[in-house]
């Protein structure tokens, strides 16, 4: 694959954006983190993307890791050996967030740091099981449906204390926070009434006192076309893919099939 013409800027605008919508809620932009969402994009283009978030971050002032996320596991282990000189240096951290099945906990263990989309207790426990065969831990959000639509993974907003709190108990994984795609509605009022749930979510399982909990203050949400309405309800990482690469080639729907509701980033 080629490389994408103009990373650097689109980069810096999307980072731009991310900052005018903090200050326009009235807070620090440096509270939003952005997570390039690298589905369907190589090793090197990965590479370029990170050496130029790299090269912002530094300009301003911010030491912590580069954030990359992938949807497909194949992807994590396929593009691992080019990105691991980068996580050992600290400088790069990978997120899992696409939906994992329970027999591929392996091969993400072996190539991601945290994992966002964690949905029921079964995932979890699977999880915790070989976390503690290993002696490590993993970061784990929540992943939330605050949508309600069929497409869309996650555990219902009503649920998702209850799953949070058992997750923040088991051994081998820390809970950092919650994670959901917005509503596919041309309607602001209702995509962003979606990510004040999930806040709404947060701050009652932060304030629970639950063990495990206290530190579950992530919130991963908003993406290309909704990063803005996200910031505004308390977005602490926004996952931007086709703002950052471009538009991904559309994957040939089956027939009969009315297509994707969207990548958990893009």
């Known amino acids: 694959m080629p490389s994408v013409p103009g990373i650097s800027s ?15 809620a009235g807070r620090a932009p440096h509270d939003v983190r952005l997570l390039l969402a690298t589905k369907t994009q190589d090793a ?29 596991v194949q992807e994590l282990v396929a593009k691992a050996p080019d990105l691991a000189a980068l996580v050992a240096q600290d400088r790069l951290e990978v997120h899992m967030i696409g939906h994992l099945q329970r027999n591929k906990a392996n091969q993400l263990l072996a190539t991601a740091s945290c994992l966002e989309t964690v949905d029921s207790p079964d995932l979890a426990r699977a999880l915790s099981a070989r976390c ?9 959000m929540v992943q939330v449906n605050v949508s309600g639509e069929a497409s869309k993974s996650g555990v219902a907003p ?7 709190a058992d997750v923040a108990t088991l051994p081998g994984l820390r809970l950092t926070g919650f994670m959901t795609i917005g ?20 701050d ?6 639950a063990p495990g ?17 996200a910031v505004a309800e308390g977005a602490t990482i926004v996952r931007v893919g086709t703002a950052v690469f471009g ?15 969207g990548a958990p980033g893009a």
Not at 204 to 209: C, F, N, P
């Open 10 to 24: 689109r980069l810096a605008a999307v980072r731009a954006r991310i900052d005018a919508a903090a200050t326009a």
């Open 44 to 72: 090197a283009t990965v590479l370029e993307a990170v050496g130029a978030a790299a090269g912002l971050a530094d300009r301003t002032g911010d030491p912590r890791p580069v954030l990359v996320g992938e949807n497909r």
């Open 132 to 140: 503690a065969r290993d002696g490590r831990e993993l970061a784990v």
């Open 158 to 164: 009503d649920a998702a204390a209850a799953l949070a």
């Open 183 to 202: 509503a596919r509605s041309e309607d602001d009022a209702v995509v962003r009434a979606g990510f004040a749930r999930l806040r709404q979510v947060r």
């Open 204 to 209: 009652a399982v932060v304030a629970s006192g």
């Open 213 to 229: 909990t206290a530190d579950a203050r992530e919130l991963s949400m908003g993406m290309t076309g909704d990063l803005e309405l």
């Open 247 to 261: 538009e991904r080639p559309a994957p040939a729907a089956p027939a009969g099939s009315a297509g994707s509701a």
